[in-house]
């Protein structure tokens, strides 16, 4: 298997909540070195066999304004992004930002391949898996079910709001359900077509749910008497 991991200082494509895992003690370590690369030297530490490449590259978003100055720039990112795409079986969209993940979404539908999806709130977390075109039935996406269209997120936001850092328990959960459904989906006859939960019959490994969300209750502990 191969792995392209992209991240730009501020959004990350293909890795934040995993890649923050496997790259935090190396990161310190070697003092600021980019994620991307980080991850990808962290990768080829615990399985050698593994193909990295590490990219940096700014995910163009809506809501974020660009300067004229900065649209070349931008144009090159997209087309960056749309060749990873096209050369990988898989996208996990595991952005800082709901926004950062909205065009690897438009272009992972295009190109018919799989995007992932793992999104943190404060205690709950959803995994979802991509629908694409011309599969009946057509399974929704990350932004399916939105009542306003992406913009910025981050204005305005205390940092608990816009970093997944602050929640890194709940990251390493959300990226171990994203792995092994995108195993499950892999592996299925239908590939990135496979039916949601219920009507996936036939796969090696169990169900291919579309989405998973959990929700953590917490409960207080006893200690009377
Ligand atoms: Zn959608």
């Known amino acids: 298997m191969c792995f392209t991991i992209s991240t730009t200082t501020t959004h990350t494509y293909t890795h934040h909540h995993t890649t923050h895992h496997i790259t935090h003690h190396t990161h310190q370590k070697q003092g600021g070195r980019p994620k991307a690369a980080a991850a990808a ?6 399985f050698p066999a593994a193909s990295t490449t590490a990219v940096d590259l700014t995910i163009p978003m809506p809501g974020h304004a660009l300067t004229t100055d900065e649209e070349p720039t931008a144009l090159t990112a997209a087309a960056d992004l749309e060749a990873l795409i096209v050369d990988h079986d898989a ?4 952005t800082d930002t709901r926004e950062a993940r909205w065009l690897p979404t438009m272009l992972a539908a295009k190109h018919n391949t799989l995007a992932i999806t793992a999104g943190l709130a404060f205690d709950t977390f959803v995994v979802v898996r991509h629908g694409v075109p011309n599969t009946t039935p057509r ?3 990350y932004f399916c079910n939105d009542v306003v269209a992406p913009q910025d997120s981050t204005r305005d936001r205390s940092l608990d709001q816009q970093c997944t850092v602050t929640r890194p328990g709940l990251a390493f959960a959300a990226a171990a ?3 092994e459904l995108c195993v499950n989906v892999v592996q299925h006859p239908m590939g990135v077509r496979a039916p949601h939960v219920g009507d996936s019959g036939g796969d090696a490994l169990g169900a291919v749910p579309h ?3 959990y929700v953590f209750v917490w409960r207080g502990g006893g200690g009377e008497g």
């Open 41 to 46: 030297a962290a990768i080829q530490a615990i």
């Open 91 to 94: 996208v996990f969209l595991l």
């Open 139 to 141: 399974l929704g996406c």
């Open 211 to 213: 989405m998973v969300r």
């Open 177 to 179: 359900v994203a792995g």
